[in-house]
């Protein structure tokens, strides 16, 4: 999708218009030539059950039909956490590098979850946290409950909408942290750069840009979530190196 871009709809009887930011673009409405809205009839089901994610519910998948999700449900077209795109709060997403999976790409449940920061410092995590230098292993966890200056925690944590981190949902910490990392925040203004290196970083996914001296890979096992296999939106909420926070949000597919 493009911004401005425009496609047909409702079976030809109306056009939707792509907009937004150049990372979180949506499709509009359903509207005719006088921009009244289009009501749309399809036989596929139009809202999510408890647990369920139907196709014209799920995130990514577009039907041109209206997108009306259940309790529970979250549908990141329709319903993306306001955390990603609240500006406040997002000030630097371009640090989360790249996922793997890909946003709707599947895992299985014995899979994992990952995601490569790179920043000019190295990324701040919970105060005191000690990791396996040979391995990325998390052998101590840190004060997970230490929060920025901004009010989120300074351990990089995954929330599975609706429980997302803006409404007090639970966090989700990683398992193992490899690369560059800071376990003693805040960053002070002037200081100099601190931090530990633990080597057996994977490789970031093909074409992913690292522009900046350091770069950290969080990984997330999958069955530490506690999920059954599904469609859900995932918020990824992590600290740079000095004063920053990205918010990113993906759709995780977890197979049977």
């Known amino acids: 999708m493009t911004d401005g871009e425009m496609r047909k709809c409702c079976g030809n009887a109306g056009t939707q218009t792509c907009s937004g930011t150049a990372e979180f673009l949506t499709w509009g409405p359903c509207v005719d030539a006088h921009g009244a809205a289009v009501s749309c009839k399809n036989s596929q089901p139009t809202s999510c059950g408890q647990g369920e994610?139907?196709?014209?519910c799920d995130a990514g998948v577009d039907s041109g039909i209206p997108h009306h999700c259940g309790e529970g449900e979250f549908a990141v077209e329709c319903d993306m956490p306001a955390l990603c795109k609240d500006e406040s709060v997002n000030t630097e997403p371009e640090i989360l590098a790249a996922y793997s999976p890909a946003s709707g790409e599947s895992v299985g449940t014995n899979g994992q979850i990952k995601v490569w920061v790179n920043d000019e410092r190295p990324s701040l995590i919970a105060p005191n946290e000690q990791i396996d230098a040979s391995n990325g292993m998390i052998t101590m966890p840190g004060d997970r409950t230490a929060k920025a200056p901004d009010g989120y925690l300074w351990e990089p944590a995954l929330y599975i909408a609706p429980q997302t981190a803006e409404n007090g949902g639970t966090p989700h910490f990683p398992q193992t942290i490899r690369g560059w990392y800071n376990n003693m925040p805040p960053y002070v203004k002037g200081s100099k750069t601190t931090g530990v290196d633990v080597m057996g970083i994977d490789a970031a996914p093909s074409g992913t840009k690292l522009p900046e001296r350091y770069t950290t890979e969080f990984t997330w096992d999958v069955s530490a979530?506690?999920?059954?296999?599904?469609t859900?939106?995932?918020e990824f909420v992590i600290h740079?190196?000095?004063r920053d926070r990205a918010i990113g949000c993906v759709t995780i597919v977890i197979a049977k």
Do not use: C, E, Q, V
């Open 53 to 56: 994610f139907p196709m014209a």
């Open 225 to 230: 979530l506690g999920l059954k296999p599904g």
């Open 232 to 234: 859900y939106a995932g």
């Open 240 to 242: 740079d190196g000095d």
